[in-house]
């Protein structure tokens, strides 16, 4: 059995997409709390020593660090047989949206989320216009939830755990009361949250927690 150690940090989602895969494919790992608040993550030891990207995650299989959340995911996905494609049109479509999160739906939460939440005197522009790239990003999601259990039809994938990493986070960090404003979104998160093994990324990822200014 492979031995996983998970560089992270709690308010990261891309850290809670690893963790969550790992949990719900019945695999453990050692947690490494990394203090990316402090900026450790920009100094020149930790990305000579952990990750030359300068990112987190980052995941120790047996010793090797990797990097890159979408293709670990799909890695994961080939080697537990679970959460990943079927056929070679599930394959399209699972990478479609996959894709898709990564550049707009995760990218966007996940900077407007840290400006408004976790940075002091965030520049109300920036926001507005981070609001409305993700306004309509989220809107594209719900009007295809509205017609599909989840991102590639009746079965949970690992383009799901990508889109929903992000969006799970407390209403006063993500600033979007879902059961108001995207009913459809909402139920797809309850649809995760129950299935067997699934936990928040704050019951997962334990360790110090950015301070909150929103």
């Known amino acids: 059995m492979p031995a996983y150690r998970l560089h992270y940090f709690p308010e990261s989602g ?7 895969m790992l949990t719900l494919c019945g695999q453990s790992f050692e947690p490494i709390w990394t203090d990316f608040g402090g900026g450790v993550t920009r ?4 990305r000579r020593d952990v990750n030359p990207m300068g990112e987190i995650p980052v995941l120790e299989v047996d010793g ?3 990097t890159q959340t979408a293709p670990l995911l799909l890695q994961l996905a080939e080697q537990y047989g679970r959460f990943g494609a079927a056929t070679e049109d599930e394959k399209f479509e699972l990478l479609r949206w996959l894709f898709w999160d990564n550049h707009k739906l995760t990218g966007y939460m996940a ?15 920036v926001l507005k216009y981070f609001r409305k790239r993700l306004d309509d990003f989220l809107g594209i999601l719900e009007t295809h939830l509205q017609h599909n259990d989840f991102a590639i039809g009746k079965r949970v994938t690992v383009a799901d755990f990508s889109m929903m990493a992000y969006l ?8 979007y009361d879902f059961a108001a404003s995207h009913p459809a979104i909402k ?4 649809r995760i949250a129950d299935l067997p093994g699934w936990r928040s990324a704050y019951d997962l990822l334990p360790g110090k927690r950015l301070p909150h200014y929103a």
Not at 14 to 20: D, F, T
Not at 43 to 46: D, I, R, V
Not at 168 to 175: C, N
Not at 187 to 190: E, H, K, M, P, T
């Open 43 to 46: 100094t020149p030891e930790w």
């Open 14 to 20: 891309n850290s809670y997409k690893l963790a969550l």
């Open 111 to 125: 900077s407007y989320r840290f400006m408004r939440t976790f940075t002091p005197s965030a520049d109300p522009q």
């Open 64 to 66: 090797e660090r990797l």
């Open 168 to 175: 799970h986070y407390p209403a006063d960090e993500t600033g």
């Open 187 to 190: 139920a797809w998160l309850d």
